[in-house]
């Protein structure tokens, strides 16, 4: 790997490509959001409400009625949504609602439908090789695929390790949930594509945004590269939709922390979710 000014380049290249883009589909934010979500008319079981609580501890700072508002999302996610077993996994009730209850955390106060372009979600029991992962070679030597916590595909498949969900769930307060950071990325593909820059509500908000996406990926860029702590997990720094399912997990796992290293990050991404999960109380780890 080249080191100085060519990862500094290619990070201010990519953003810049981010920014022009954004500003081209100015007309078209929001058309994906439109129209509220239908829920459904059945109880929602009681059994929910305890895997909830036991499996989705991030929620816990939630009032009463974000909570009922959460669990009718997920009976909208579990109903529409196709759950696959792989790799000799058995797909449970716990399963479904544990998983959609992380994924409906970041729809609970976004208008329009649940997830319209995730048509299948693909559950190995831990960590796997994606089928399309190539060998990697370099300077001549190769090396094998590396396995995979859980990716999100362009086509509406998101896939996941359940041993890297429960694991992400058991410690919601150290900013790594890979349902978070998947479903992130399926907010980001809503307009096509995957460029870190979501469906957002006006112009104003995808420029604002575009502007803090640029100064603070290139800051997480130049962080790891000098060997610099960060609030953000390394991982943001590969490209800017990594660095916007990053900052999404930060932003809901570790809210105080990302509030007071990045403000200016923080209150674009309130704005995008319409939450202020610093402010909640009763979050676990937060002391």
């Known amino acids: 790997m080249l080191e100085g000014l060519l990862p500094i380049a290619v990070a201010a290249l990519l953003v810049g490509v981010v920014f022009v883009i954004s500003r081209a589909v100015v007309p ?70 544990t998983i959609a209850a992380h994924a409906c955390l970041l729809l609970l106060h976004l208008e329009g439908p649940c997830y319209p372009t995730v048509r299948r979600i693909l559950v190995y029991p831990s960590a796997f090789v994606p089928k399309v992962a190539l060998p990697i070679h370099y300077m001549g030597v190769v090396s094998p695929p590396t396995v995979e916590a859980g990716e999100a595909w362009r086509h509406g498949v998101v896939v996941l390790s ?40 006006s112009p104003s908000l995808v420029r604002s945004w575009a502007g803090v996406l640029s100064a603070r990926f290139q800051q997480l860029r130049r962080d790891v590269d000098e060997g610099r702590s ?12 990594e660095f916007f399912a990053v900052a999404t997990e930060t932003f809901f796992e570790t809210p105080e922390q990302l509030k007071s290293a990045e403000p200016d990050l923080y209150d674009q991404l309130r704005q995008f979710y319409h939450q202020d999960p610093a402010s909640r109380g009763g979050r676990p780890g937060t002391g």
């Open 28 to 97: 078209f934010i929001g058309r994906r959001r439109h129209g509220a979500i239908r829920f459904r008319s059945e109880a929602i079981p009681d059994a929910w409400r305890d895997i909830v609580a036991r499996n989705v501890p991030v929620t816990s700072g939630l009032s009463d009625d974000e909570r009922e508002r959460l669990l009718r999302l997920v009976q909208v996610f579990v109903h529409d949504k196709p759950f696959e077993g792989c790799g000799g996994l058995e797909i449970t009730e716990e399963m479904r609602v």
């Open 162 to 201: 359940w041993d890297d969900v429960q694991r992400g769930a058991a410690n919601p307060a150290n900013g790594d949930d890979v349902v978070l950071h998947e479903f992130a990325h399926a907010l980001d593909y809503e307009d096509g594509d995957a460029r870190g820059t979501p469906v957002f509500e």
């Open 230 to 241: 960060t609030v953000l997990d390394a991982y943001g720094a590969k490209n800017p939709a």
